[in-house]
């Protein structure tokens, strides 16, 4: 979830969203955000994907955005969204190597050919969109430059 921002948006629209993060520290992040927008903290906590749990987490709409790509094994990742997605995911990654060209034409990571920091996996959108379909339904494919999203359902 981050910085829960979109948590906090979705809750302010009537939904019952929450959010869960690896980091200690984007959670806080996360926590004093709601507290200033007058929503309760306890929407957040710090947790990995790996944990999630079929039985606690369950959600009709799972969203996974700017994760998979830090993760050493993110098909695993994936098989655990699938557990708890009841109806539909949101995955998103940068699509690359357009990433790390634009990265690279702004002069960011140049030692790194424009990786970002803590970015493990690289996916094209045809290779990222091979991979998900292996685990889950792909219903729609979007290309926000210079990003990859997909809409998709667990196969069961």
């Known amino acids: ?47 990995s994907v790996y944990a999630l749990d079929p039985l606690r987490d369950r959600a009709d709409l799972i969203v996974c955005c700017e994760v998979l790509e830090h993760l050493t094994n993110p098909v695993d990742a994936i098989r655990h969204i699938c557990r708890i997605a009841d109806r539909y995911c949101i995955l998103s990654v940068p699509n690359e190597p357009i990433w790390r060209l634009l990265n690279v034409a702004r002069g960011k990571y140049l030692s790194d050919l424009g990786n970002t920091p ?28 210079p990003w990859t999203m997909v809409l998709c359902s667990p196969l069961r």
Not at 35 to 41: A, G, K, L, S
Not at 125 to 137: G, L, P, W
């Open 1 to 47: 979830c981050g910085e829960g921002h979109w948590v906090l948006r979705w809750n302010e629209q009537g939904y019952s969203a929450r959010g869960c993060d690896y980091g200690d520290i984007v959670i806080d992040l996360a926590k004093r955000n709601a507290e200033i927008r007058n929503q309760p903290i306890d929407r957040f906590e710090t947790r």
């Open 118 to 145: 803590g970015h493990l996996q690289h996916w094209s959108k045809a290779k990222f969109i091979d991979m998900v379909s292996r685990h889950m339904e792909i219903i729609a494919v979007r290309s926000p430059f």
